[in-house]
C-alpha cells in the first residue's frame, strides 16, 4: 500500500508510470545517486515490457532491491522524505491518506 502512494505521488502526469528521469531523481533523494549509463542499465533490468519507463509492478521490483538492503521502515521514510523535499504541499495528504498515520 505504502509503495503504491508513493508511485502515485511521482506519477505527476497520471500515466501509471515514472520516467527515467524521475526514477533516477528518485533514486538520488534515496542517497542512490546514479549516473546516467547505471540508470539506464538498472531501467533496462526491471523494464519487463521495454517501454522506457516504469510501471508500477516495475517500480516495486526496483523498490524490493533496495528494500533488500535496508530496512522497509527506513525506505518508508526516506521515500517520504524525498517526496516533502520534491512536494511540500501535498506530502502528508498524499503519503497519509489524509490521515496522520505513523
Known amino acids: 500500500m505504502f509503495l503504491k502512494k508513493a ?47 516504469l510501471e508500477f509492478e516495475e517500480f516495486v521490483t526496483l523498490a524490493s532491491r533496495f528494500m533488500v538492503e535496508e530496512d522497509t521502515e527506513a ?8 517526496f516533502r523535499l520534491y512536494d511540500k504541499e501535498e506530502f502528508m495528504e498524499v503519503m497519509t491518506g489524509g490521515d496522520d498515520e505513523r
Not at 508511485?7 to 534515496?30: P, Q
Not at 525506505?75 to 524525498?82: G, N, P
Open 7 to 53: 508511485f502515485e505521488a511521482f506519477d505527476h502526469e497520471k500515466k501509471g508510470c515514472i520516467g527515467t528521469v524521475m526514477v533516477g531523481t528518485i533514486l538520488g533523494m534515496l542517497g542512490h545517486p546514479v549516473d546516467d549509463d547505471s540508470l539506464k542499465e538498472i531501467i533496462d533490468e526491471v523494464d519487463e515490457d521495454g517501454s522506457g519507463e
Open 75 to 82: 525506505m518508508q521514510q526516506e521515500l517520504k522524505e524525498a
